[in-house]
């Protein structure tokens, strides 16, 4: 088995859009989704643009913006297909297709360039037994969701690259493709919305080709292209690949977790800018920053590439005034973040982010409105950063003022009783969004409480430094903290029993007239997450009774809930659970088995929050790497199957190299 | 035209659902629906009891029971129906049919004695052409919405009476139905659930039965009954029938509204009872006592029949405990009335109490646990009755617990900011149920601002004495009030536009995928109605404003909407569209044009809040009846169709006949 390649035989267009995730590649510019090289936008065919954001008219969603796809090529009078494999080398982050017509053989490889986050390269060979035609270029006819976002396209040749150039409607952003090519063509072909060259080709011929966005031309030497890009490759692996030794399985599916890590990672940007959910696969999500940056994949990046988590850090001091904004237009003070967080902090999430099925109307949902967690988890993400880097300048300045404001507004938006005064954080959605409009959710209760207290150590402002706060605690039952008030009244049906009860393949299972509203099912881990983000202040049989609790009633609807399962799993010695969690998240997209439909919203794409997830799971979970005093520590919680954990981290400065096997635990300094 | 009478000819088995609406009668002890004689319980036949509730199987609605029915009849052998004409008197409250068929005529009248609650008469003569067959006796397989409630039966003849017994299945209640009849029978058949007579008929003949219900076989006089039932009935009219000079199709609509009102009022029981929010007039809504009674039926008892009015009055006393366990459940304090009340004020709301017509599903609603303004409307009836009739007593001694534990209940309820002492009431739902879960009800607030003075006023505890109270006050935009927190940033879509996004007839507007819920359409009357109850203190521009903002966006999906608007529509001069909501009203059991269902749940039946609001409008509204610094004044607001608006009342002990012309106004006492 090679633990560093994903590869498929067998031509099926019928799973563009789940291959268009599993051999998806990127630069933290472009995604490019891992859609084969003659698709078009009925295929889910996108090259994804980090921060640029456009609305189409005045009901559809904001989402970012696809470009013209550049690696455009299809081999036409070739015959039928007789044979085709797909392959994605994880290291060299090279995604390449082998295609034997009966007329003729195809190969390309292609990858976006890691060295230059603005060139993308395609290598074509085509072998032919007659003569054939290829095709290729800039397709501009380009697949949204909530499109069209590209106008006034140009398209043709200049100065000797062959492009297409067009502008964003709501902002008016120029997007230019160029193209050059290595070989001259026997005609160009233009349309209203694409560039293509025309090869007729006898024999075998190799095509170099090298696409830029938002960039001039480039005339450059593929091979040296590619040293470049395998080079850069080289050096993230160096820092960050963990080592599972005796589970191939595991291991591969962990090298593709952390490989679409490094293909999303704003490295390119100075600031402004963070990780979307579904990274660069698409439009889904709108493009937006969720939580999960701050909860799932900063611990990655804080341990293996300071620079760039202090980039996710910054994007959230840099958006505070958007979210002063939006408190201001809730009637709140302080910051209120966006739920789904587009450039410079605006919220991209609607009042009606679900369809019904049954109805095909939009329903009222309150992620953006009650799902003020959002907040607390970025001053949790202040003071994490700062603890595993070392690097506290994120909390004074701006980010004091970040962490002073988002206290600001849990305050101004806490309720108290006439004769109590223990804050109430009232009609909120927690992580578990099947339940929405709920009181006080205890993870929420928890980090508003946590916020507060951040605010008051910081002394910054008087007010909030002279209060003391009391918080409303969760009812506890046999041990269960209840996730919100009323929750254990809900009906305690089962998964399968609640399955059992819908109408529709596509229906979404919350809102009043979900299946799991009205029970105890719940789509994600929710005070299972709060018992892994304050996981010094539980003992470890709370954390057992919390699981044996909530796992059964968990539908793992969302990426985000194995990993916080698995992670407290191994705390509690349940390795075996923690391990089969561990393989759902970081084979999330190679699996790609997660649900792409939300009603009739298309929600599919990678999954980065369970790639980050998987990786916390190795180095915290199996490896036990935690922070004692200031200090890092490991031990063993390894499953069955894996003998050995290593991995290099970075902390506080310093450099360590991790190894982690039943017999013990090593860090050592180095270079 | 007859203005005390309804009629309907032809024989419509297919209008058994609405007839049995339109020719229903009562004696407050028993609801009979207007169904014919021969009709079984697929015809939504019922004898409704007062008071006595049964609940079938865990999962199944709490109802009231419906027993067995005494005035089933059938002609055999009669042939075909060649005319037939339905007939109900509305003076004498008594319901006829005459049916004639190819061999013979039928006629048959009928009444529920308002002399004796527990007898019911019934004459029955036969013309036959041939020798036909009648069979006659009480059926006990009873129609039931959430069945069965009836078990152990015994039927047969017993000292010379027909009987069905039976008893309730959760309590064990005997229901026994007797019969005695004037005439010998050529045959006894019982069934399992039904005893009955059979006669062969060849020459005219009459039968006389006197039937009983929980009460000793009566064989008496028919005409003896029949008298003392007319007499009861004309000092009902005596006291309270309303004369619309001019206009006879508004007087016959509300002679009508009176005949309801006077068909369901509890006179027989001492205390314990109320009026249903459908009357006696079948199961839906529980059989349960809703705010429909103290807002919009109290006025008419209160102003015509007083020691009627005290028993409403007395219900909400007497039923305190069941509303303080009731707020002890939701861990509040003091007193949480039921919303749906049944004997003791026990809650008859359930937590789903709509069906999805899409999924078949139940779905979470919120009536039972966030209605709280059903607290407020019975404080509010307090003195509303008290400053009526005189009788203060209700203010004191037990009456004065209720208004100091409803005060108690909305001060534990009440949420406050940090840095603000203004009460808010979160999570609610105002008269508008087509809103869930709203913030800051205008209607609500003032309910419980008002709750909260007027304990302060009693100065019974002296914790809510010595507060004072700030109350979150609504927006006001352009003079309008708004309607809850938020609620003017709806979609300000109009009611055409709404319904056209209907999917299914039977749709549930509501909830969070209901099609008026992310509008401004809102169900019924909700600023309105706080207008009009606390009318002294909105000025007349005040209540223009609203009334041109609200009726446009109101569906008047629910009966007690047209009423308020029609009562505020006189103040400001809107007289023809005060008349057209007075025929809406006043016509609703007449036309029986009201929605029978809510997704799958029937919710038909009478109007009683109707037929009582239509009464207030003729007299508070056309004749603008009204308390001034103490005392009794009146002012025309007549529609062009109303020459003079004439009627009894009492004031404060004394009796008094009101007229109102366009000439002016005289109130003169009388004996």
Redesign the interface.
């Known amino acids: 088995m090679n633990v560093w390649e994903l590869s498929q035989k067998g031509y099926h267009p019928q799973k563009a859009e789940e291959n268009g995730n599993r051999f998806f590649t990127g630069n933290g510019f472009v995604g490019v989704r891992g859609t084969l090289d003659e698709y078009k936008k009925e295929h889910f065919v996108a090259w994804n643009l980090a921060g640029i954001y456009d609305r189409f008219g005045d009901n559809a969603w904001r989402e970012p913006v696809n470009a013209p796809n550049g690696f455009f090529a299809e081999l036409l009078g070739a015959g039928e297909i007789v044979r085709h494999v797909q392959r994605l080398d994880l290291y060299g982050a090279m995604q390449s297709r082998e295609t034997e017509y009966t007329h003729a053989l195809l190969r390309i490889e292609r990858f976006a360039s890691q060295h230059n986050p603005h060139l993308l390269c395609q290598k074509i060979t085509v072998t032919p037994k007659t003569t054939v035609t290829l095709r290729c270029g800039i397709d501009g006819d380009v697949w949204d969701l909530n499109g069209p976002h590209l106008f006034e396209y140009h398209c043709g040749e200049r100065d000797g690259a062959l492009f297409v150039e067009c502008t964003t409607g709501e902002q008016g952003v120029p997007i230019t493709v160029y193209e050059t090519v290595s070989l001259p063509h026997d005609a160009l072909e233009t349309t209203q919305t694409g560039a293509f060259h025309v090869y007729r080709i006898s024999q075998e011929t190799t095509l170099e080709r090298h696409i830029t966005v938002k960039a001039p031309p480039v005339w450059g030497s593929y091979a040296e292209s590619l040293e470049q890009h395998k080079s850069a490759w080289a050096s993230l692996w160096k820092e960050s690949a963990v080592e599972l030794e005796g589970d191939e399985q595991a291991q591969l599916y962990l090298n593709d977790s952390l490989y679409h890590l490094h293909c999303i990672a704003p490295r390119s940007v100075q600031t402004g800018q963070s990780i979307p959910a579904r990274g660069l696969s698409g439009q889904t999500y709108k493009g937006a920053i969720f939580w999960d940056t701050e909860v799932f994949l900063l611990p990655f990046f804080a341990y293996t590439e300071p620079a760039l988590a202090r980039k996710l850090v910054q994007y959230r001091i840099d958006t505070l005034p958007g979210a002063l904004q939006k408190a201001k237009e809730y009637g709140y003070e302080g910051a209120f973040y966006a739920w789904e967080s587009q450039e410079g902090g605006r919220e991209g999430c609607t ?2 982010n679900v369809t ?1 099925v ?7 949902t309150y992620f953006r409105d009650k799902q003020i967690h959002i907040s607390g988890d970025i001053v949790y993400a202040l003071y994490h950063y700062a603890r595993i880097t070392g690097d506290t300048s994120v909390l004074s300045g701006r980010g004091a003022e970040v962490v002073r404001e988002v206290a600001r507004f849990y ?2 938006r ?5 004769d109590d005064a223990t ?2 954080w ?2 909120v959605i927690g992580p578990d969004e099947y339940h929405d ?1 709920v ?1 006080n959710n205890a993870f929420t209760n928890r980090l508003a409480a946590f916020s507060m207290q951040k605010a008051r150590e910081l002394e910054t402002d008087s007010t909030v430094a002279s209060e003391s706060i009391s918080v409303r605690q969760p009812l506890v039952r046999d041990g269960a903290i209840e996730q919100f008030q009323g929750y254990f009244q809900h009906e305690d049906a089962s998964l399968a029993q609640v399955k059992s ?1 819908l ?1 529709h393949p596509k ?1 979404y299972w919350g ?3 979900g ?1 799991a ?2 029970t105890q099912i719940i789509k994600q881990a929710d005070v299972i997450a709060m018992l892994q983000l304050f996981a010094d202040e539980f003992t470890d049989e709370q954390v057992l009774r919390n699981w044996e609790y909530y796992e059964p009633r968990t539908e793992h609807g969302s990426s985000l809930s194995a990993c916080m399962y698995a992670l407290t799993a191994c705390r509690i010695g349940k390795l075996e659970e923690a391990y089969a969690l561990f393989l759902k998240s970081a084979g999330a997209d190679v699996l790609c088995d997660g649900k792409a439909w939300a009603g009739n919203v298309y929600i599919g794409g990678t999954h980065p929050a369970a790639a980050a997830g998987a990786w916390q799971i190795a180095v915290f979970g199996f490896a036990g790497l935690t922070v004692r005093e200031g200090k890092l520590t490991a031990a063993p919680h390894l499953p069955a199957s894996i003998h050995r954990v290593r991995f290099p981290i970075q902390f506080q400065g310093k450099k360590y190299r991790v190894s982690v096997s039943a017999a013990g635990a090593s860090i050592i300094e180095r270079e």
């Open positions: 009042d009606f019904d049954f109805t095909g109307r939009p329903v009222r305050r101004s806490a309720y108290r009783k006439i804050l109430e009232t009609d409009r009181d009860r109408k229906e809102t009043q007239s299946v509203f009205p």
